[in-house]
């Protein structure tokens, strides 16, 4: 049974919905995301606002999950770090998916950081997700080359695209074991 965390707009999540995987809840830092609105499947928000820090935040979203039988987060455009409260509670079971060949532009601007830096090559990753900016062990990777002339917007959606059959890829993988 699978989590979703999100924060944006969930083109990551519809992967993971189209592929026909089991995903059980979806939980997101913002109650206006519009990654919300694509499930079908019990929803919730954890906002920072309402909660006194982020472990009791974080121990309120794991909570609601296992209540609704999660054993797989999966983070999809999750723009929080997670604190120990949340990562102890699902051992090496929680994965990201990141728009750059990660230990390479870690971070929450790494396509324009990569057009930024002149690379001629991008690419996907997903990793499992620990204390650190995006430094978990990487379980897949995929090169996505840059374009003359590409903007932040194009770049990411070419990296999306292969996020989009990565991802899910991974998952069903991390499910059947
Ligand atoms: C993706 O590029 C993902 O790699 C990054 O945030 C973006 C989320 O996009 N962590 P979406 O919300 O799945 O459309």
Known sequence: MIGVLVSGEGTNLQALLDAGLPVVAVASNKRDAPALARASCATDSFELVDFPDRTARDTAMANWLEEQDVRLVVLAGYMHLLTPSFLDRFPDAVVNVHPSLLPAFPGAHAVEAQLAAGVAESGATVH??????????VLAQERVPVLAGDTADTLHERIKSVEHRLLPEVVRELCAH
């Open 128 to 137: 499992l997700v620990d204390e650190g900016v995006d430094s978990g062990e």
